[in-house]
């Protein structure tokens, strides 16, 4: 089966770095999305992977190592409107998304 | 400005009754989808569109239907609604798939059915 795996929770102080990890398992690769997600809103695309490496936009850099089935969403200087839940979707051979539970991160003062 | 509306933000229907969703984009978009979204579980797809009067079932079609009569509006309809109904409907759209390019999501509609 398909299968995208987030930590459901995580917790970090303002002004610190968080990395959020995404491991993988699709029949198939086409690239990996990250989306933010505020409570009540809807998804908004944050960044696309589908080569190795570290792509950087910002405050939010993701990485991605497809043979490992793995990929990170990094937030440095962490403000608290960056409290929110970050999904994970990989596109599978099919072209079709499969998304992850997602991972709620709180910031703290 | 991508621009993806839903007809509401939250509804609340009886166990039965016919519910219809309506989502509109405004990007020119080819794709449209129908996702529902439970605490817990990732994004689930229910149907998607890839031209007018075309639809495809996702992983749970199962008590939905869709219409696509137009390019730029995709409709959800629930034939008769039940409880376990009750989740957020998220409208997407996005450029073929065979790109980068990703889904633009509408606000959402939260609907109850009691």
């Known amino acids: 089966g398909q299968n995208i795996d987030q930590p459901t929770e995580m917790t970090a102080t303002e002004g610190a770095i968080v990395q959020i990890n995404c491991t993988y398992q699709t029949s198939g690769f086409n690239g990996l999305f990250w989306y933010q997600q505020h409570a009540g809103e809807a998804p908004t695309f944050l960044s696309y992977n589908v080569l190795d490496g570290l792509e950087e936009k910002g405050r939010f850099s993701s990485f991605l190592s497809r043979s490992k089935g793995y990929s990170y969403l990094l937030l440095k200087e962490l403000q608290m409107k960056d409290s929110a839940s970050y999904l994970c979707?990989?596109?599978?051979?099919?072209?079709?998304?499969?998304w992850g539970a997602g991972t709620k991160l709180i910031i703290k003062p | 400005d991508v621009k993806v509306t839903q007809s509401s933000r939250y509804l609340v229907k009886r166990t039965g009754e016919k519910v219809f969703l309506e989502c509109v984009q405004d990007?020119?978009?080819?794709?449209m989808f129908w996702y529902r979204q439970d605490p817990g579980l990732g994004l689930r797809l229910i149907y998607f569109s890839y031209d007018v009067k075309m639809k495809e079932k996702g992983d749970i079609p199962e008590g939905y239907s869709v219409s696509r009569e137009k390019k730029e509006r995709f409709s959800l309809i629930l034939e008769s609604a039940s409880t376990n109904q009750t989740s957020m409907y998220l409208c997407a759209s996005s450029f073929p798939e065979q790109t980068s390019y990703e889904q633009y999501f509408g606000p959402g509609t939260r609907l109850t059915v009691t």
């Open positions: 979707a990989v596109r599978d051979s099919n072209y079709q998304l499969i």
């Open positions: 990007m020119d978009h080819e794709n």
